[in-house]
């Protein structure tokens, strides 16, 4: 069973960043796919990064591409998020999640993926 929490989140102002990070406890499996999803007051949860265990491919959600970097480390079972020149509508509870390791269709579903954290509140201030 694999457990994640999620931490460094806060409250910034428009422009500047943040560097939410995931703590894994628990074996990942080689195969999974480490991913963060956020949810917006009154809005669906939505996926924002993403980045294979083994083979360091990323992929990103056109909201946050060019702004924004997921990164692992393999060592310290952790997955780190970065994002550049918030803004307010980057405002969102964002979470980390796993998948099982198992197929995987690369859709950014979130019934794909079998493990969650509770959520790091990031606010964006204007």
């Known amino acids: 069973q694999l457990q994640l929490v999620e931490s460094g989140g806060g409250l910034v102002q428009a422009g500047g960043s943040l560097r939410p990070d995931c703590a894994a406890s628990?074996?990942?499996?080689?195969?999974?796919?480490m991913g963060w999803f956020r949810q917006a007051p009154g809005k669906v949860r939505e996926f924002v990064a993403g980045i294979r265990w083994s083979a360091v491919s990323t992929d990103y959600a056109d909201s946050v591409k060019g702004r924004s970097t997921i990164s692992r480390d393999i060592a310290k079972n952790t997955v780190v998020l970065r994002i550049y020149s918030l803004k307010p509508e980057d405002t969102a509870v964002y979470y980390c999640a796993a998948t099982a390791g198992t197929y995987y269709s690369g859709r950014h579903l979130e019934t794909e993926y079998a493990y969650w954290g509770q959520g790091t509140q990031v606010t964006v201030s204007s």
């Open positions: 628990g074996s990942i499996a080689r195969n999974s796919v």
